[in-house]
């Protein structure tokens, strides 16, 4: 497993870097360092997303949890520490079971850990993979309803195709009789998105950096950090905030065993962050098979929980 996830880093960062102009999946920002980072940027000033969704959570998990039939499985796709989780689950006590996916199995079996001592009657069936690929839930809750839960704006970071290809796979994982809780990031002022994008700390220049970081460590890469600058900045044309690392000047930098050329200037695409409307979600919703049935909105700065059910009528 370990050589293979290297493998398909290695032919990753390959086809990246030979790529004109140079792009790679933010997938890549989660070793265990990246993660530890992203949990920094957490808890920035300038980083408002996630408290900004907890807090929204917290506020509305009671109109969520009225909702929820009796007996419904909880599907969360990327769950990671399952902390937002907890609180629909504090919520609504009568999920029945709860399917974290996630593609650190690691970090899985923490979260599995801790929900068996706190949730001692839920019944737990944790799937380690990674959730845009297809999946299949334990037979145990094929008849149950299912609640898919999303938090986080991780859709934000797909391009809108590839977030319409996730809405109809989860739609094929959940079944007719389902709901879908997603959480998204909001259109806002420029400057309050590109300073959540890069904070005075410098914590997000590092988690950016940290991809090539490391590229050196797992691939034998010889990248010079102070080399590159961290840009981030917003992007009209798409509706997002986009992170790359730009070369200061040219050289050649070697990974995986190849060398590979930077002009002075140069970037290297590293994240796009989409943000939405609640018509462009809508949109998007529609376009995937879904329905927006209702929608939370935090105060500013504004993030957005989003409530979908699936447009065809359920056949019974
Ligand atoms: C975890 C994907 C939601 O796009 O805002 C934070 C990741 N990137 N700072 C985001 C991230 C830069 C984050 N998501």
């Known amino acids: 497993m370990e050589v293979a996830d290297n493998r398909e880093f290695a032919a990753d960062v390959i086809a990246a870097l030979s790529a004109r102009p140079k792009s790679i999946s933010p997938k890549y920002f989660y070793d265990a360092v990246g993660s530890d980072l992203f949990e920094a940027i957490c808890v920035t000033p300038e980083y408002y997303p996630t408290r900004t969704e907890t807090s929204l959570l917290r506020s509305i998990a009671a109109e969520i949890a009225a909702g929820i039939p009796d007996g419904g499985v909880l599907v969360e796709f990327g769950s990671g520490a399952s902390d937002k ?7 609504a006590p009568q999920i029945a079971a709860y399917v974290p996916i996630d593609i650190s199995a690691d970090a899985l079996a923490k979260a599995v850990e801790r929900l068996t001592a706190d949730y001692p009657h839920l019944l737990l069936a944790p799937l380690a993979g990674d959730f845009t690929a297809e999946l299949s839930l334990p037979t145990a809750v094929a008849q149950l309803p ?4 999303f938090p986080g704006s991780t859709i934000g970071n797909f391009l809108p195709e590839q977030a319409v290809e996730f809405l109809r796979s989860a739609y ?6 389902c709901m879908l809780i997603i959480g998204a990031d909001v259109v806002k002022d420029e400057a309050i998105l590109v300073a959540a994008y890069d904070d005075a700390q410098g914590v997000t220049a590092q988690f950016n950096k940290n991809l090539l970081a490391r590229i050196n460590r797992e691939l034998g ?3 010079d950090l102070d080399a590159f600058d961290h840009v981030a900045r917003w992007n009209p044309a798409f509706n997002r905030m986009e992170m790359h690392l730009v070369s200061r000047v040219g050289q050649i930098v070697n990974a995986a065993g190849l060398p590979f050329t930077f002009k002075a200037g140069e970037s290297l695409h590293t994240e796009n962050s989409h943000k939405f409307t609640r018509e462009s979600f809508e949109a998007l919703a529609n376009s995937a098979g879904w329905r ?4 939370w909105l935090s105060g500013a700065p504004e993030f957005a929980v989003f409530c ?5 009528p359920e056949e019974s």
């Open 85 to 91: 989780t907890r609180l629909l689950l504090d919520a």
């Open 146 to 149: 299912k609640i898919g839960f």
């Open 172 to 177: 094929h994982l959940l079944g007719s009789d």
């Open 221 to 223: 890469g010889d990248f």
């Open 292 to 295: 927006l049935e209702r929608q």
């Open 308 to 312: 979908l059910k699936p447009i065809q």
